[in-house]
């Protein structure tokens, strides 16, 4: 059985990095969308675009040895997170921040185009308040990151405040104007709206609780499962461990909550539609 976790966070300087990977592998996972954390975390000072683009190649270089030193095959997503725009902003001036994060997101972009990584992220707008300058500025980079993706044809994964049905239909206003598929679009950390991101074209990536995945599949299963797990030893298990995924899979196909048919779209098809990637063909 195929079982990707689709927002999956690696750090060998703080966290557990591939005992994580061998923990998902042996409740039952194969794939892992890994995705890039911060400068900072990966040891650069994320005040140049230079910082960022170092600190995607050596994510890159975490997701080389997961695929060469576990049995989890692993893809990497690269991007510049917004509270590294909101830091640098702040810090040093708002036209400086929005060029080199910019510059990196092309970097990004080009990443995807060498096939060194599958799509742009985590990308977006901060989750907490913000000046407003910061906020419309993030909005506007969220926009640039979809338009790099368009361009590349590639996946685009966001980073935004708590959605609702309404949010939805604002990303989807964004969506018409840049002009990507919707379809490339994965809301990261997405509440379980499925029929709402359907009507919009986005793919919701919904964190794995019991309570989230019930919700989701009574609506479908159009939806990515994810755990969000960040990989510090301060914080052991924080969004949710490594084995979440894999166990809630496995514990709803058992109780009859997800069938064969489900598991398969969730974890193969729908991999498929947003990534490009056949995970029959990557095991």
């Not at 690696?10 to 923990?23: H, M, R, S, T, Y």
């Not at 911060?38 to 994320?46: I, L, N, Q, R, V």
């Not at 906020?135 to 980073?159: F, G, N, P, T």
Request: with cysteine; glycine share 6%; charged share 30%.
């Amino acid at each position: 059985m195929i079982i990707l976790d689709n927002h999956f966070h690696v750090d060998p300087n703080n966290g557990i990095f591939l005992e994580a990977v061998k923990q998902f592998y042996r409740a039952g996972g194969t794939h892992l969308i890994v995705v890039y954390k911060s400068a900072h975390d990966y040891g650069f000072p994320g005040i140049r675009a230079e910082d960022f683009m170092k600190a995607m190649d050596f994510h890159v270089k975490l997701v080389e040895r997961i695929n060469r030193e576990t049995k989890v095959r692993a893809f990497a997503v690269v991007g510049v997170h917004p509270a590294e725009f909101d830091h640098l902003a702040r810090n040093k001036g708002l036209e400086h921040a929005k060029n080199e994060v910019m510059k990196a997101l092309e970097y990004a972009q080009k990443l995807c185009l060498e096939g060194k990584a599958i799509g742009i992220g985590e990308v977006g707008r901060p989750h907490y308040e913000v000046p407003q300058d910061i906020w419309d500025a993030s909005i506007e980079l969220m926009k640039y990151s979809m338009a790099l993706a368009r361009d590349a044809d590639c996946a685009v994964q966001l980073h935004t405040e708590s959605f609702n049905e309404e949010k939805f239909k604002e990303l989807g206003e964004y969506i018409r104007e840049v002009g990507i598929k919707p379809y490339r679009v994965v809301k990261h950390f997405s509440p379980p709206l499925v029929r709402v991101a359907e009507e919009v074209g986005v793919f919701p990536s919904i964190i794995a609780s019991r309570k989230n995945i019930e919700e989701a599949i009574k609506q479908g299963n159009r939806f990515l499962m994810e755990t969000d797990y960040i990989d510090d030893k301060k914080r052991p298990g924080a969004v949710l461990g490594p084995k979440t995924v894999p166990r809630r899979t496995k514990e709803f196909l058992q109780k009859g909550l997800f069938t064969e048919e489900d598991v398969y779209m969730i974890h193969v098809e729908n991999p498929k539609k947003v990534y490009d990637i056949d995970l029959e063909e990557v095991t």
